[in-house]
C-alpha cells in the first residue's frame, strides 16, 4: 500500500475573508453564532455578514428567476406546445442517481399537471451511456413527438441528428461538458454553456429549473415545484457537484422534504437503510446509505427498479422495491471489494508511474468507477479502470483534487474511441491495441500537470479544537454549515497531543477503534479511523502519544447517541 503522509495544513482565510479575533467576536455576536463558527464561515470565502447569514439561512427566494438561465424558458415554450398539440413525449435519462431522479421528476411533476410521459433509461451493459440510435428509432416507431433528455445528450450529436431525421423535436438538458460541436437540437439547456449564473447545477438541477418554468406555461392549477426538491438534493448530493450558492439552497430545502419522509420511495429508502423515519438526512447519509442503493439499480441490475421506487405511491410496493434495491447493493459491495482487491495488486506493480492505468477483462463495468475512487483515496494519483465489453475497453477514471482529468483525456484523445466527464471525474472507451499508448499517453497527461514528482497529498485542517470544545451547542453550530459537500467540505479539525488509552482493530482488522485522552485538560473520547487498519496493525499504540486530524459526530449504537471522532490521518508524536 502506499504508504505516503499527507502535509497537514490549517488552512486560512483569503485576505478578503480573514478577521482578527475581536472582529470574529462581534460577528458572531450579530449572527448568535460562536466565533469558531464565524472562523469556518471565512474559510469558505465568505466575506460579509450578509452573504453569512443567507449561507446560514439559504432560502428558496435566493434562487435566480428562471429568465436568468439561458434555455430554460424556450425549452418551456417548445414542450408545452409539444403537450398542447398531443406529441407524445418520451424522457430520455441515465442509469446513475442524477439521471434517475431527474428522470423521476420529469414525469412526477408532469403527471401532476395530468401529462403523460414515456421515459426510457438504457441499459449499461448493453448500450453504455448516453442516447445510441437503435433506441431513438424505438421511441420513433412508438409514434414519439419529442424526446427530453436529462442528464445526457450533450456529446451525441449523431443520435440527435438521426432523431431530427426521425422527424422528432429534441430537448437537451444536461450538464456535462459539450464537445466542439453542438448537437443539432431544438433547445439545449446545459449550464457548462456561456451566460449561465452558476456552471455547477446537475443534471436534476437542470430538470427542476425546466419543470418549473413549463409550471408556469400550462394551463389549469400550477403544482407546488417545492414538492420536488428531495429528488433534486438527493440528485445533486449523489452526482458530487460543487455546493455553491444556488445548489445549496436547492440541496439544503430538499434535505428537509427527505427528512419529513413525504415520498414513500425516499422513505422506504431510509428504513432499509436502518435510519429512523423522522431522522435527519444528511449529504453523508445520502452519499454512503441511499445513494449506493439507488446506483446498484443502474449498476448492477435494472435501473426502471428506481424510477419506479422514486414515483411509487403505495408505502408497501415502496418496501418491496427498496428490498429489491438492497439486495442488489449487497451484491454490488462484494463485487466492489473483489475488483479492489485484484486492482490494489495491479497498482501496486505502478507506483513508479505518477498515474494508474487498471484493467482486466472480466471487471464488472458497473462496478469500476467506484473501485477508481478508492484506489484514488488509498495512493493519491489519478487512477483509470479498464474493462472490456464487446471487444472494446470502456473505462472510468478518478482524479486527485489538484489534477483535470478531463484535460488529460483530451491529451490522450487520439487513441480514445471515445470519452467524456468533468475536472475529477470521467468515462472512456477505446480499442484494445490502444492501450499501451493510453499508458504513456496517460503518464505524460499526468506528469505535464503535476511535475515529475508530484507534491505529497495536502489535509486541510479548519481550526485546532480540543476535546474540551466538543458539545452539543457545537454540533448544532456544524449542522448549520450543512450540506456538506465539494466546495463546502466538512470541516475537518486538529487536536492537541492525545494518549492513546486502549484501541481494537475491527472488521478483519480493516477499521481501527481509539480510546483517546486530551493530554491538555484530561478529556476523554472515542474515535474511529476508517479503513485504516491495514495502515496501523504492526503499530504498538496503546500508550502512544498522537494527533489526530478529525470530525466529530453524533452516532447511535445500541439505540443510544453518543460522540465519535472520525479520525482523517493521525500523526505520531513518538
Known sequence: MSDTQAAWQLKTPTPEAALDREQLQRMGERLEVSSLLVHLMTLRGLTCESDMDKFLSPGLRYLHSLDKWPGVEDGAVLLCSAIKANRRIAVWGDYDVDGITATALVKDFLASRNVEVIHYIPDRLDFGYGLHVEGIRSLAEQGVGLLLTVDCGIANTEEIREAKRLGLQVIITDHHLPGQELPEADVIINPKLEGWPTPNLAGVGVGFLLMGAVNRLLPGPP?????????????????????????????????LLIKEGRRPGIQALKEISGMSPDENV???????????????AGRIGDPDLAVRLLLSKDPEEARQLATKLDKLNAKRKLEEQRILEEAITQAESQLHLPGLVLHSEHWHSGIIGIVASRIVERFHRPCLILTKENGIFKGSGRSTPSFDLYQALLSCKQCLYKFGGHRQAAG???????LANLKNLFAWAVEEQLGANPAPPVLELDAELPFSMITATLFKELDLLQPYGQGNPRPIFLSPPLSVLRHRFFSQKKHLELHLSDTTDGTNMRAVAWRQGERWKDVALSGRRIKIAYTPRLSKFNGLQQIELAVQDILSLE
Do not use: H, W
Open 223 to 255: 403544482s407546488d415545484i417545492r414538492d420536488y426538491l428531495d429528488l433534486v438534493a438527493l440528485g445533486t448530493v449523489a452526482d458530487v457537484v460543487p455546493l455553491d450558492d444556488q445548489n445549496r439552497i436547492l440541496v439544503k430545502n430538499g434535505l
Open 282 to 296: 444528511g449529504t453523508g447519509s445520502i452519499g454512503f446509505a441511499l445513494a449506493p442503493r439507488i446506483n446498484a
Open 428 to 434: 472512456l472507451k477505446l480499442e484494445p491495441f490502444q
